[in-house]
């Protein structure tokens, strides 16, 4: 096992990873749904009604996932922290229990 930080580092690296792909896949779904409902939404005239509320939910969200990866990293140490420990006690029991 790596040291405690290394540990921590790699977590966080992982979820951070994570949150940034999903705000991807919420980005692709977005645009493939206005992409699919263009002409329906142009002959209701929604066109950028819906172009501007979709791009405000697209930036509150993608905001959301950049603040939550800044609080990740400032806590990160108390937030995997009791990650780490609890992995190590359950590695310790199994590795007692053999």
Not at 20 to 29: D, I, K, N, R, T
């Amino acid at each position: 096992m790596g040291s405690h930080e290394s540990r921590i580092d790699a977590m966080y690296a992982r979820d951070k990873v994570a949150a940034y792909v999903c705000v991807l896949a919420v980005w692709a779904v977005y645009l493939f749904v206005y992409w699919r409902m263009y002409d329906h939404l142009a002959a209701a005239g929604l066109t950028w009604l819906m172009l501007a509320l979709g791009g405000l939910v697209l930036l509150l969200n993608t905001a959301a996932v950049v603040a939550l990866i800044r609080h990740y990293k400032e806590d990160k140490a108390a937030i995997y922290g009791t990650d780490v420990y609890y992995l190590d006690r359950i590695a310790a029991e199994k590795r007692a229990a053999r």
